[in-house]
């Protein structure tokens, strides 16, 4: 795989671009560098020497802080542990198909709703979602004060006859 391009995460904030560029010039002639807030994007002239600041450098210690050095991802290309392929189709439909995965059921409204009360007060709205996942698709969770959670989700038998899973 040939790149040019290095993503350079876990920098300190204080960092600068000086530090970034002597840190970076030690594998070969630095084209561009692009740093922000914690990470930086460094362009090598030659693809050879931007593999080896990826060998070199991830893990390695710069300013007390251990360093992500990887190829930065090419422009348009999913990001790493992003796939878009359906979980209840069985198949690569998605990652065939030039359509967009298909949409969230966050904001579904259904007339499936649950009221569940004394709960812990420490209960939050995702330990409710968990809870309720083995209901059906989740699509609202809100915990109130007083230990009472209200849900809604769509249930496993209407996925079933629709034809998921």
Request: hydrophobic share 30%; charged share 30%; with cysteine.
């Given at each position: 795989?040939?790149?040019?391009r290095v993503y350079?995460?876990?920098?300190?904030?204080?960092?600068?671009?000086?530090?970034?560029?002597?840190?970076?010039?030690?594998?070969?002639?630095?084209?561009?560098?692009r740093l922000l807030?914690?990470?930086?994007?460094?362009?090598?002239?030659?693809?050879?020497?931007?593999?080896?600041?990826?060998?070199?450098?991830?893990?390695?210690?710069?300013?007390?802080?251990?360093?992500?050095?990887?190829?930065?991802?090419?422009?348009?290309?999913?990001?790493?542990?992003?796939?878009?392929?359906?979980?209840?189709?069985?198949?690569?439909?998605?990652?065939?198909?030039?359509?967009?995965?298909?949409?969230?059921?966050?904001?579904?409204?259904?007339?499936?709703?649950?009221?569940?009360?004394?709960?812990?007060?420490?209960?939050?709205?995702?330990?409710?979602?968990?809870?309720?996942?083995?209901?059906?698709?989740?699509?609202?969770?809100?915990?109130?004060?007083?230990?009472?959670?209200?849900?809604?989700?769509?249930?496993?038998?209407?996925?079933?006859?629709?034809?998921?899973?």
């Amino acid at each position: 795989m040939m790149y040019t391009r290095v993503y350079i995460g876990k920098l300190p904030r204080d960092c600068t671009e000086r530090e970034v560029q002597k840190l970076a010039r030690e594998f070969g002639p630095v084209r561009d560098i692009r740093l922000l807030s914690g990470f930086a994007f460094v362009e090598f002239e030659d693809d050879r020497d931007a593999r080896d600041c990826v060998k070199s450098l991830d893990g390695d210690k710069f300013l007390g802080e251990r360093l992500i050095v990887e190829p930065a991802r090419q422009q348009g290309a999913p990001m790493r542990g992003r796939d878009y392929s359906p979980r209840r189709r069985g198949s690569d439909h998605w990652r065939r198909s030039s359509r967009s995965p298909p949409p969230r059921l966050r904001s579904v409204r259904t007339n499936y709703r649950v009221l569940v009360s004394n709960l812990p007060p420490r209960t939050s709205w995702q330990d409710l979602k968990d809870l309720m996942r083995k209901a059906g698709e989740v699509t609202y969770t809100d915990m109130g004060r007083d230990g009472v959670g209200y849900g809604q989700y769509i249930p496993l038998s209407i996925f079933a006859a629709a034809g998921f899973q």
